[in-house]
């Protein structure tokens, strides 16, 4: 759902256009408007400390304010839209620890930036965000969850469970699973960072190419992440060119590209699907 994008320029008791000095509250009331209008699906959980702390790096407002246990205190200080770097970093890590999912916790970021005169974060701010917010997952989440935190699609363990079900009702129906499904891989062509953690960058391609294939496959396929640069969906053979149909999804959606985009087809029997779910995740 689109916000409505209301951008202050003046504020009540501030001579000339709107500054980086909006009082705290306002700032917060007006940015949980925005989130709110924009989808934020838990409006009574929206605050958290954090949420000061980043409102008052774009205020005029002298206060420290303490985020949450076990995070270091932020002050507010000269060079604001500085100091809403490490304040963007602590509101991801919290966005995350409250459970919130990576596509959610940057549109709410979006939705602060919108009622600002700058319209969009700054790339270093996102950046900060994204990476906090990974920490968090990257640490709790293992393979046996059912849903990719970062993506939302199904996690690799899930894909797993879902292909023996195909198989084991392959058994009663007579019809073999390759004759009857296949996959459809798109793997992201980027490099990961030198201490072996993705990059920024490809943590948000990821997030595009996740709605990428939901927008290209609405029909209940599965969609699953089976590696941090590579996703599958499994297919009915009876769809039409679907390697066609996804490129041209992603070709409308910038920022996602290079990217490569084909078929592989299941095993014939389900001992199989053990070497084929390592390739994929390789």
């Not at 985020?67 to 970093?89: E, L």
């Not at 959610?104 to 990476?131: H, Q, S």
């Not at 201490?195 to 948000?204: A, I, K, S, V």
């Not at 996602?256 to 095993?267: G, N």
Request: proline share 9%; glycine share 10%.
């Amino acid at each position: 759902m689109a916000g409505s994008h209301r951008r202050l320029t003046s504020v009540p008791g501030v001579p000339g256009n709107w500054s980086y000095g909006r009082n705290l509250e306002q700032i917060r009331q007006t940015w949980r408007r925005e989130s709110v209008a924009a989808g934020w699906s838990r409006p009574h959980d929206w605050w958290v400390p954090e949420v000061d702390v980043l409102a008052a790096a774009l205020s005029r407002a002298s206060t420290t304010f303490t985020p949450g246990a076990g995070r270091a205190p932020i002050p507010d200080g000269a060079g604001r839209v500085g100091a809403a770097v490490p304040a963007c970093a602590g509101l991801g890590q919290a966005r995350a620890e409250a459970g919130v999912g990576l596509a959610e916790a940057l549109d709410d970021l979006a939705a602060l930036y919108r009622t600002l005169p700058v319209g969009t974060p700054p790339l270093p701010a996102v950046r900060a965000f994204v990476e906090s917010w990974a920490d968090v997952w990257l640490r709790v989440v293992a393979d046996a969850g059912c849903v990719d935190p970062i993506t939302e699609l199904a996690s690799r363990g899930y894909l797993r469970a879902r292909l023996t079900e195909l198989y084991r009702a392959s058994e009663q129906t007579g019809e073999p699973v390759p004759d009857r499904y296949r996959l459809v891989l798109v793997t992201l062509d980027a490099p990961d960072r030198p201490d072996g953690r993705p990059g920024w960058r490809l943590l948000l391609r990821r997030v595009a190419v996740a709605e990428a294939l939901r927008a290209a496959f609405p029909g209940g396929e599965t969609l699953a992440a089976v590696a941090p640069d590579r996703a599958v969906a499994i297919v009915d053979r009876r769809l039409p060119d679907p390697v066609h149909r996804l490129r041209d999804v992603l070709a409308g959606r910038p920022g996602i590209a290079p990217v490569q985009v084909h078929t592989a087809d299941l095993p014939e029997r389900i001992g199989g699907l053990a070497g084929l779910l390592t390739r994929l995740g390789e």
